[in-house]
């Protein structure tokens, strides 16, 4: 029987690079995000290349009834997932703390943090009943370090890291394996989310120097789904060989 991953935020960047990547090496997909289109874009994609299964669930991660109720009712064969990549996240402004707007915030808070605690409650359990299971956090170089203005989203990705640590203490006893990959820069949608559709700023961010690509990170995250069952990684950071910190990048 072909192995599961459930993807969170499949619908751009880095889960939808993830989507692309576990597909081609056979697994069958269950797919979230919030714009149903682009999941079913995706599935039928996914379907026709590679002959994979693609279930999709289109939900708000912030909305924990909305996370329950969606992943609850899947079917039964859907819930024996082996991997489970918790990348929906964002990040919202740049500001300092005196000026940062509350409702970006919480919108990073309830989407980084608590999104990805409702997503890990559900899934958890199912690894816990079926005896195997593979939980990828994706934390970021905003988990490991702080930036001027990076206030609260890095406070989301240190939770992030920490929430890591403390899965892999708890499910221990389980044999489910916790990781984290933390990437530096990477160009996908994130920027333009986090300057709320301003293109031109958004592209600034990777002027002048080689940023990742989310393939990058996918065949990474392959990489370490694909360990020997004894094996587990803990933790990675992933950078461009032109960034050495948040704000170290070597531009020409
Ligand atoms: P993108 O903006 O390209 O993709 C983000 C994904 O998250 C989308 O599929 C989006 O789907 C989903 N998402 C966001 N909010 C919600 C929500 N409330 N409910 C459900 N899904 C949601 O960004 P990336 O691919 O770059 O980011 C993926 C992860 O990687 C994030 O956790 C980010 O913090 C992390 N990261 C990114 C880095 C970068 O430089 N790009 C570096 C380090 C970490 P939809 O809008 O359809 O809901
Ligand atoms: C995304 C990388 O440096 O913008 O997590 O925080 S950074």
Redesign the pocket.
Known sequence: MAKIALI?????????ACAHTFAREGYNLIL????MQ?LERLAGQLNEKYNVEVAVSC????SKAQVIENLQGLPAEWKQVDVLVN?????QGLDPIDKGSYDDWETMID??IK?LLYVSRVVSNWMIDNGFGHIIN?????GKEVYPNGNVYCAT?HAVDALNKGMRLDLLSHGIKVTAV?????????SE?RFKGDKERAKKVYDGFEPLV?KDIAETIWFVASRPAHVNINDLVIMPTAQAAATAIYRK
């Not at 979230?32 to 714009?35: I, L, S, Y």
């Not at 939900?59 to 912030?62: H, I, L, S, T």
């Open positions: 969170t935020g499949a619908t751009a960047g880095i889960g939808e979230t995000g919030r714009r682009r939900f708000d991660v912030r990348n929906a996240g964002l990040s989407t980084n999104g994706l934390g970021s170089i905003a990705k933390h990437p530096g820069a990477v160009e996908t949608e994130f989310v989310a």
